[in-house]
């Protein structure tokens, strides 16, 4: 029997930068909160009318190294926001690394990353998001510590690792060993992120031997065909081509990462469920 695809979101940051919103800043896509929450709020309303049943609140950077003393209320709104928006869909917590998604050397030591990934999950709970998703980690160690954190407070936990919008930075089996690395910590399901959407299928074949639901949101534009930002008929029909085959090979998470927009999760929205 065939499971049924769930249809993620697309991402909050990428759209928020080509619809105008202040993420050029510290704190990237967390800027929006404040500085434009109408536009986020829209951004979220997007996915929802496109068929996307989770939806990622706009946490990625809301951190405590970041926003020591205003993380708690970045954390509060997004996720109101993002209710707002999803119109009774599933609200996913975003749980970043501390350090950049694309540098697994900038992972903080243990002790640290204990500490801002305990806090940061602790927030998410609070704010009373229906699963965490700790996402886009390039190091498996800290990975494992963030879903520890977000395991902690009860809710269900997915972690998506990701090899850089190139695959350069973890092969498809490391990939596949983080993964389970991860469940063993009280993550309940497996996926890759933030790779070019051409280059996605190996990691997710290897996800199929987890044991856990997986699945792909992936980047466009990190390769040649793949159009980043653009939502004509032809960039989101090569999305969906690369997704058919996530699907094909046993993926049941599909949604879309940097450079997607409402139009790919429209497709697979429309071609999955």
């Given at each position: 029997?065939?499971?049924?695809?769930?249809?993620?979101?697309?991402?909050?940051?990428?759209?928020?930068?080509?619809?105008?919103?202040?993420?050029?800043?510290?704190?990237?896509?967390?800027?929006?909160?404040?500085?434009?929450?109408?536009?986020?709020?829209?951004?979220?309303?997007?996915?929802?009318?496109?068929?996307?049943?989770?939806?990622?609140?706009?946490?990625?950077?809301?951190q405590p190294c970041l926003f020591p003393e205003q993380f708690r209320g970045l954390v509060r709104t997004a996720v109101q926001l993002a209710r707002q928006g999803a119109q009774g869909a599933r609200v996913a917590g975003s749980l970043a690394p501390v350090g950049d998604c694309y540098a697994p050397q900038e992972s903080p030591a243990p002790d640290v990353a204990r500490r801002l990934h305990a806090e940061m999950a602790g927030a998410l709970a609070d704010a009373g998001v229906d699963l965490i998703l700790c996402e886009t980690f390039p190091c498996v160690s800290e990975a494992e510590i963030a879903v520890e954190a977000a395991a902690s407070t009860g809710l269900p936990v997915w972690v998506a690792l990701t090899a850089g919008p190139s695959a350069d930075l973890m092969t498809a089996a490391a990939l596949a060993e983080g993964a389970r690395r991860c469940v063993d910590r009280g993550a309940g399901a497996a996926l890759v992120c933030c790779v070019g959407a051409s280059l996605t299928l190996p990691y997710v074949e290897a996800l199929a031997s987890v044991g856990v639901p997986f699945g792909a949101y992936a980047n466009a534009g990190a390769a040649p065909g793949d159009a980043y930002g653009a939502d004509d008929a032809e960039a989101v029909a090569r999305y969906l081509e690369h997704a058919y085959t996530w699907v094909a090979a046993g993926a049941t998470l599909v949604g879309g990462c940097c450079g997607t927009r409402p139009a790919h999760v429209r497709a697979l929205a429309a071609a999955f469920r």
């Open positions: 029997m065939v499971s049924p695809v769930t249809i993620l979101d697309g991402p909050t940051g990428s759209e928020l930068t080509l619809r105008g919103a202040p993420t050029r800043e510290r704190g990237w896509s967390a800027n929006a909160i404040t500085r434009a929450p109408d536009l986020l709020r829209d951004v979220h309303a997007a996915y929802a009318a496109a068929g996307a049943t989770v939806h990622t609140a706009c946490t990625f950077r809301a």
